[in-house]
Structure formats: structure tokens, C-alpha cells
């Protein structure tokens, strides 16, 4: 069985490689990143070879994905995609054009996209949870270019048997982007964004690769009747406080709560926006970002998805930040 993963060297991409190279049932894994070095070193820190046979290690990357043409695989999982940049046009290149052009190029019997709750956007006044049923409201060049890629990719695709997740917030390890939190709770100050409490669903990434396996080994009904979004998300909602403070007893500390005013943190975005360096070292502030920090709402039901293909989260938020702290400590990142 061969399997095309896309974006390997990412959060997402590395735990599903790790996953799948141990599936004796996948005699290859294909993987096209942007570098190669990046790629072998992780590959390294893992324990593993380059030269393994079951890799095949391409550079290829989006909108283009050159050396690809007249792959035939059974499984392609797309993990690749663009979170930030500074126009829109980048994030429609890579997220759209750049899925259509891989399914053009790559023939599949199956195929996961990620995708992201970003394309639904926050709860709207009121509402608890949004379902998959729910109008989209994205408020981000990026979750608009995600939506946009799901509606494309039906109309170009919709008789092809794939499916497009929808996680929210993806915590665990090898991930890069909760490094900064664990560097914050480890100075004992822990900074939280407005005075109310903002509500938001996560989801491990040991649950999502479990998620994405299913959906590729799942023959629960045929694509042309089955959905093509779906949420996965953990059934535990937590709070921006409760990430921060949980955040501390992973680490084994104890942080001291800061609220700051949102119209502050507004100004800064807005500085971060103008400088460069500024919006190279802190993108997740950059204008078009921010907006997702000021909903008081980002969370999803994964009923959906959890019933028809038997899936269920398990990754609690304190396991899921222990084991994401253990591995920054094991491989000397804090």
C-alpha cells in the first residue's frame, strides 16, 4: 500500500508519518516537502534513516508540485498549507490552486485534506457549537481561503472518494507553535488576551492521525453519499484560562494571571503589522490573524464525524500538554 503525504516536515505531517511508517500494511511512503535537509534531520531526531526503503523523500511543494506528475498512490493525505502571509492572494496560491493543482496531478483512491474550523469561523451571538450544518462565517484571509478550497475542490472533485477535516486547535508533540506558551507559563507570568473568558475546542494530534487513518481505511458509505467536511475535535472545551494554567502544571509550575485589555492588544497587532521583523517573529499577531483572537467563541461538534466513522477523541488537555512539554524538554527546546 502506498501513501503520498503532503507537508511531512509539519506538526501534523511528521506524527503521520512517524504513525504510518509502523504500519506494516504501507510498503511506501512518498513525501514531497519544500526541503529535503529539513525533513532528514527530523527524520534523525526520530531514529530514522533517510535511506530507509519505505521513504521516498521529493522536493515538491505548492502551487506546482513538479516531480509529482503520474504518481499513482492509494492513499494521499494533504497536510501541507499555508498559515500566514502578508497578502491574500498567497494564501488563496497555496491553499487553493495548490490543492486543485495535487489532485490534478496525483491519482488517488482516497484522499484526506486538512482543512480547518478556521473555514466555519467563531460562534456566532449565542451560539454554543457550531455542527457542520451551520453557516460559514470565516473572518481570516486564511480560513476564506480554506472554505474557498473545500468548495473547489467539490466542484472540480465531488465524484472522487476523498474528505476534507476540519480540526480546530491541534495541541501535542513536535508542535512548534505551542513552544512560545510553555517559554511564557516557564517565566511565571501568564498573559491572557481580554477580561472574559474566551471558549475554544482542541483536538490532540495523536487523535487526529487516528482520525485521518480512519477516514483513509473506512468504507462506511460511498463518496457520493457521504459528506465532504467534517469537524474533529475533542469533546472537552476549555477556555484560554485553562490553557494557560494547565499549560503551567504540565510544566510544573505556577504562573501568575494577567488579563489585557483587547483594545491594547488591538494597538499592538497593529504594530506588529507595520514592521516587518515584527510581523516575521510574531505572524499569529499579524492584522489579518489577530482577527481570531477577539471571538469569544471557537467551538465545534464532532458528532458527525465520530458516528460515522466510529471515532472518538481521547487526548485529555493536561495528558496532551504533558506529553507536548516531555518532548520539548527531550529534544532540548526549553
Avoid at 43 to 67: F, H, T, Y
Avoid at 266 to 293: N, Q, T, Y
Wanted: aromatic share 8%.
Amino acid at each position: 500500500m502506498k501513501a503520498l503525504i503532503t507537508g511531512a516536515s509539519g506538526f501534523v505531517g511528521r506524527n503521520l508519518v512517524l504513525k504510518l511508517h509502523q504500519d506494516p500494511k504501507v510498503s511506501q511512503l512518498i513525501l514531497p516537502v519544500r526541503s529535503r535537509k529539513k525533513l532528514e534531520a527530523q527524520l534523525a531526531q526520530e531514529g530514522l534513516s533517510p535511506s530507509d526503503s519505505k521513504l521516498k523523500i521529493l522536493e515538491s511543494s505548492a502551487p506546482s508540485w513538479r516531480g509529482l506528475e503520474g504518481s499513482q498512490v492509494d492513499f494521499l493525505v494533504h497536510c501541507a498549507g499555508l498559515l500566514f502571509a502578508r497578502e491574500k492572494e498567497e494564501f488563496f496560491e497555496t491553499n487553493v490552486e495548490g490543492t486543485l493543482q495535487l489532485f490534478r496531478t496525483v491519482s488517488f483512491k482516497k484522499a484526506v485534506v486538512l482543512s480547518s474550523q478556521a473555514a466555519s469561523g467563531p460562534c456566532q451571538s449565542g451560539q454554543l457549537l457550531k455542527t457542520e450544518e451551520d453557516k460559514e462565517n470565516p473572518i481570516t484571509w486564511y480560513g476564506r481561503s480554506k472554505l474557498e478550497m473545500e468548495s473547489q475542490l467539490e466542484k472540480e472533485f465531488g465524484q472522487r472518494d476523498y474528505i476534507c477535516l476540519r480540526p480546530p486547535m491541534i495541541l501535542g508533540a513536535r508542535d512548534s507553535a505551542t513552544l512560545p506558551l510553555f517559554k511564557m507559563v516557564r517565566g511565571r507570568v501568564l498573559f491572557k488576551p481580554g477580561f472574559e473568558p474566551k471558549y475554544y475546542s482542541f483536538v490532540s494530534v495523536s487523535d487526529l492521525v487516528e482520525a485521518i487513518q480512519i477516514s483513509l481505511t473506512s468504507s462506511n458509505s460511498s463518496p457520493q453519499n457521504r459528506s465532504k467536511s467534517y469537524f474533529v475535535a475533542s469533546d472537552e472545551v476549555i477556555t484560554d484560562e485553562m490553557l494557560l494554567t494547565t499549560a503551567a502544571k504540565a510544566a510544573e509550575k505556577k504562573g501568575f494571571l494577567v488579563k489585557v485589555p483587547q483594545p491594547l492588544l488591538k494597538m499592538v497587532a497593529k504594530a506588529v503589522d507595520a514592521v516587518p521583523a515584527w510581523r516575521s517573529a510574531i505572524p499569529s499577531l499579524s492584522g489579518d490573524r489577530a482577527k481570531e483572537i477577539w471571538p469569544d467563541r471557537w467551538v465545534v461538534s464532532s458528532k458527525k464525524f465520530a458516528n460515522e466513522f466510529s471515532w472518538s477523541a481521547e487526548g485529555r488537555l493536561l495528558e496532551t500538554l504533558q506529553d507536548t512539554y516531555a518532548w520539548y524538554v527531550k529534544n532540548g527546546e526549553i
